[in-house]
């Protein structure tokens, strides 16, 4: 009597990317553009939040009915996940159940002056963007790139492995293992549906994290290593070709 197959185990899409990238949030922004993220909180003038919406690029009109808005720099630029998301995010205050408790309090804390106000604010609201993240992984995506790799029951698997663990000497056999399907298979769905290559993705997301370890002081040659470049001049090459200059320690 054959066995049934185990269950394959649950792994965290979201977490590398908090773990790879600060949020910070301001309330009252600017109107203009400035590279941040706009965060809406939707509802009547003395109602309840009914809504929140997320404009990740911040190159769209002011929601009319916001109760407040807040700037959300989550590293747009650099971060990969942000730049996949489509132009606007809106999640009903009922559609995801510690939301509303949460956005309200978010809305306590911006509307009082108290001690830790600013730490309470973005603890807050990086719960609040993890949720509407979640809530943009389950709807999925249309179009090809990380989004939609995310959604996919079985290639959100593989991406989770690079994500977790860059430095490791992945090929396409082990990332084919991990989403559970034959080489062949994994090569092919993977280009369509993230719209690159397995280790064209894993060399990007090494020279994103490389990029940050740089900024904060660390030596080009330790970062290459700790992200996964057999030497550093293999490293700076491939930074130079993804950035268009070469790794350097900020003076």
Request: hydrophobic share 50%; charged share 20%.
């Amino acid at each position: 009597m054959s066995e049934s197959p185990k269950p394959l185990r649950k792994v965290d899409r979201l977490t590398a990317f908090f773990d790879a990238f600060e949020l910070e949030v301001s309330l009252d922004p600017t109107p203009i553009s400035d590279g941040r993220a706009r965060l809406f909180v939707i509802g009547e003038a003395g109602g309840p939040v009914e809504a929140i919406v997320l404009h990740p690029r911040a190159d769209r009109v002011p929601e009319p009915s916001a109760l407040m808005t807040a700037a959300v720099d989550f590293e747009g630029a650099h971060n990969p996940l942000m730049n996949a998301l489509p132009d606007q995010l809106l999640v009903g205050i009922n559609d995801i159940p510690t939301l509303r408790d949460i956005a309200a309090a978010f809305m306590a804390e911006a509307l009082e002056s108290r001690c830790g106000r600013s730490a309470a604010l973005n603890r807050l609201c990086e719960v609040i963007v993890l949720l509407i993240l979640r809530s943009a992984i389950d709807r999925g995506a249309t179009e090809p790139g990380l989004l939609a790799g995310l959604s996919h029951p079985s290639l959100h698997r593989a991406l989770v492995a690079m994500h977790d663990a860059p430095a490791r000497a992945w090929n396409s056999d082990d990332l084919a293992a991990a989403a559970g399907m034959s080489r062949s298979h994994f090569m092919a769905l993977f280009r369509d549906v993230v719209g690159t290559t397995p280790q064209a993705y894993l060399t990007g997301w090494r020279l994103i994290l490389a990029r940050r370890k740089l900024a904060k002081g660390a030596k080009v040659k330790a970062v290459a290593r700790q992200v996964g470049f057999g030497s550093a001049a293999a490293f700076s090459r491939a930074f130079f070709r993804k950035f268009g200059d070469w790794p350097s320690v900020p003076s």
